[in-house]
């Protein structure tokens, strides 16, 4: 059976109060929820700010809507969320220190536009690194695309409807992270451990 998904497509922070009336303010409507930030491959350089920007958007809709949640609702995201990182073998609290128990998948799209283009190998792999980073501490998952060359594409789509729709089923498409055109991080699937060496590789510092 085929799972249908309705998409809300915001442009501008402006539209915060669209956003707010979109996300759904009962238990059973987060638990089919998802959502999707997405950023610019070939514009590195403003990746890092927008990321931020969006983040905090949703987090605070989120904390909003959670908060008026009853106790027992909140736990059934929490159980949702302990299974989606189990679909990993891994425990939510282990790796990520700021769950929002809704799941959220970072989209970076253009990703051809960085073969061949204004990053060099040392910077592409810090922005790998920041993006691992900055995924693995709140909980979300990557994925790079690319709509000129195929790239995970169809994944992007099948992931989304997965998130929203089969939580704690393991999703049956590997990660993939050799480089930074293709990656394909699931929530759950990356460890802080698997980073040192991309940052070490850029010769850049954390910050």
Not at 11 to 28: I, K, T, Y
Not at 39 to 45: A, H, M, Q
Not at 152 to 163: A, G, S
Request: hydrophobic share 40%; glycine share 6%; net charge neutral.
């Amino acid at each position: 059976m085929k799972e249908n998904l309705e998409a809300w497509w915001l442009s501008e922070r402006s539209h915060e109060g669209v956003l707010m009336r979109a996300c759904p303010e009962d238990e059973s409507g987060l638990l089919r929820t998802a959502f999707a930030i997405c950023l610019n491959l070939s514009e590195p350089g403003k990746i890092k700010s927008s990321l931020e920007s969006w983040m905090k958007l949703i987090e605070n809709i989120l904390k909003k809507k959670i908060e008026s949640l009853s106790m027992d609702e909140r736990d059934s995201l929490s159980e949702s969320s302990r299974k989606r990182y189990s679909e990993y073998g891994k425990e939510a609290s282990s790796s990520s220190k700021e769950n929002l128990e809704v799941p959220i998948v970072i989209v970076c799209t253009q990703s051809d536009s960085l073969v061949g283009g204004g990053l060099n190998i040392r910077q592409m792999s810090w922005l790998q690194w920041w993006l691992r980073r900055f995924c693995l501490s709140k909980g979300l998952g990557l994925i790079c695309t690319s709509a000129k060359l195929g790239v995970n594409c169809d994944v992007l789509k099948q992931y989304v409807i997965h998130c929203a729709h089969k939580c704690g089923t393991k999703f049956d498409v590997a990660p993939q992270v050799t480089n930074l055109e293709r990656l394909f991080i699931p929530i759950g699937a990356d460890a802080l451990q698997a980073l040192d060496v991309l940052l070490q590789s850029s010769g850049m510092n954390a910050e």
